[in-house]
């Protein structure tokens, strides 16, 4: 059997740390085996998906040396490899399900199925919702149908039992059937959902090993019986543990950067990262802290996955990612760091602002130095104003984060867009609103246009400077969180918050 692995990202937001993992360990097993990694983009959630996310997955992973033989990019004897081209493929599948009598069309309303849930709840019945709950006597299925009725397809599942999965590292893992709903396959735009697109194109594209992280075990039985009714040979399952923050939550961007971006913009090295990436709940034989991708792949062995969970601790990988830097001699060392950020590129993008307000040369390297920095500390009472307190800025601020982390397009004119928009529905002016984020960005207000600084560091510095400053001005309390939340929900929608002054 020839052994084909598949890393199977959505483009959706930034690249994540988690698919990076995840990809490292794909690729290993098929390069050990001899056989071929694939990357496939799952994007049939299309108002999420975008094309740049898309190019931020292929440009982070080849950043980081992970390598696929098959792609949406570079094609193969399976393409397309981009679930969104394949659309055809999935309703035909569906299509044969429905004529088996494994799925059905699904007329039920969105009300009807909060209906058919409460009344679960009021039965005290603790099980998710199946066929015989759903399906409607024939005539009605008629009318509706003939109405013009919007439907979906929905898979059928066993009302109760034992749903046996066999795992590669986890063995034999018994999950209840009463918990696995009747669950859609195609959608009414005629998508399909995950589990639909993902266990057909890993059949068409002849994977023979799904590695993936371990939040996707409860889908393995819905899996499992497509697989069934279609009659295919299911690839061999394996789930890898999660990677967590240090308090051992699941890694999350509140806690811990998961951009790969963000690595790449505080210049780690991609040694440094696939190496630690590699050591998360996997060791070298030898036990070696230090090892390069040739020498994992060499060594690799899939059953030496430890199942607790990996912490993901940016300590340690600056420690790790130091004794590679350490390695490079001076002309590596010098390379690397003009591809960092010492290149013609983008000192371009800095010295147009900065040449207007120097008076010596000897003056640049001083007042951009926020530009070639990752995030450097600030005080809080850098961020004093006679007008604004520090609570009122922070607010401010969270509202500036959370309007980034949304930004599709990251330029300066985007940026400035969110300021006015916080500056209107808080009553004040974009100047107040953008002191704190000067501050944050630059260390201090004396600095050119915050915009502009903002485009050229990039989104990653950028919120993590912000994030930085929100926590020097005090932090955001859960309690606190949730009211600034239903602020910014009005924001969002366009309204002036309550008591703002909006003379
Ligand atoms: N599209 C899924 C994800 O975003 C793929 C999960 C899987 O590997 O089956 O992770």
Not at 2 to 29: E, K, Q
Not at 366 to 390: I, Q
Request: glycine share 6%; aromatic share 10%.
């Amino acid at each position: 059997m020839t052994v084909r692995t598949r890393v199977a990202p959505s483009p959706t937001g930034d690249p994540h740390v988690g698919t990076a993992y995840i990809a490292l360990f794909n690729m290993c097993f098929a390069r050990q085996h001899g056989g071929q990694f694939i990357l496939r983009i799952e994007d049939t959630d299309q108002t999420r998906s975008t094309a740049e996310s898309e190019q931020m997955i292929f440009d982070s992973m080849r950043w980081l040396g992970l390598e696929w033989d098959e792609g949406p990019d570079i094609g193969g004897p399976h393409a397309p490899y981009r679930q969104s081209e394949r659309g055809a493929i999935y309703s035909r599948y569906a299509e044969e399900l429905v004529e088996k009598g494994h799925a059905f069309r699904c007329y039920r309303t969105g009300e009807e199925l909060d209906a058919l849930r409460e009344d679960l709840k009021a039965r005290g019945v603790q099980r998710a919702l199946k066929p015989s709950d759903l399906e409607l006597p024939a005539d009605e299925v008629e009318r509706r149908h003939a109405a013009g009725a919007s439907y979906v397809i929905r898979m059928r599942v066993p009302e109760e039992g034992r749903c046996d999965i066999s795992d590669l590292l986890r063995g034999n893992l018994e999950l209840d059937w009463a918990q696995v709903d009747a669950q859609i396959l195609l959608k009414s735009d005629g998508m399909p959902t995950y589990h639909l697109a993902n266990v057909v194109d890993d059949h068409l594209m002849e994977i023979s090993h799904v590695i993936r992280g371990e939040e996707w075990i409860n889908s393995a039985p819905k899996h499992k019986l497509l697989y069934e009714y279609f009659g295919w040979q299911m690839p061999v399952l394996c789930h890898m543990p999660l990677l967590r923050n240090p308090d051992k939550s699941k890694l999350s961007k509140r806690k811990n950067p998961t951009s790969i971006n963000f690595y790449r913009r505080m210049g780690y090295l991609p040694q440094g990262l696939t190496n630690y990436l590699g050591r998360m709940g996997w060791s070298m034989p030898d036990e070696s802290e230090k090892f390069s991708l040739e020498q994992m792949i060499a060594s690799f062995d899939i059953s030496r996955v430890s199942l607790g969970g990996p912490v993901f601790d940016v300590e340690k990988l600056s420690w790790l990612n130091g004794l590679w830097l350490r390695e490079l001699d001076d002309e590596a060392f010098l390379s690397t760091l003009m591809e960092w950020a010492f290149n013609r590129d983008y000192v371009m993008q800095v010295l147009p602002h900065l040449r207007g307000r120097v008076e010596t040369l000897s003056q640049v390297a001083e007042r951009g130095s926020f530009c070639f920095t990752g995030v450097p500390p600030v005080n809080a009472s850098a961020f004093d104003h006679d007008k604004f307190s520090h609570d009122q800025m922070r607010e401010w601020l969270q509202y500036f984060l959370w309007a980034l982390e949304t930004l599709r397009h990251w330029n300066r004119d985007a940026i400035f867009a969110e300021a006015q928009r916080i500056a209107a529905a808080t009553g004040v002016k974009v100047k107040d609103v953008l002191h704190p984020v000067f501050v944050a960005i630059a260390g201090t207000t004396a600095s050119f246009s915050v915009v502009d600084s903002m485009e050229i560091i990039g989104s990653d510095l950028s919120r993590a400077r912000i994030r930085q400053a929100i926590e020097v001005l005090g932090g955001v309390s859960k309690k606190q969180a949730k009211k600034l939340e239903k602020n910014w929900q009005r924001i969002e929608q366009g309204l002036p918050l309550d008591g703002a002054d909006t003379e």
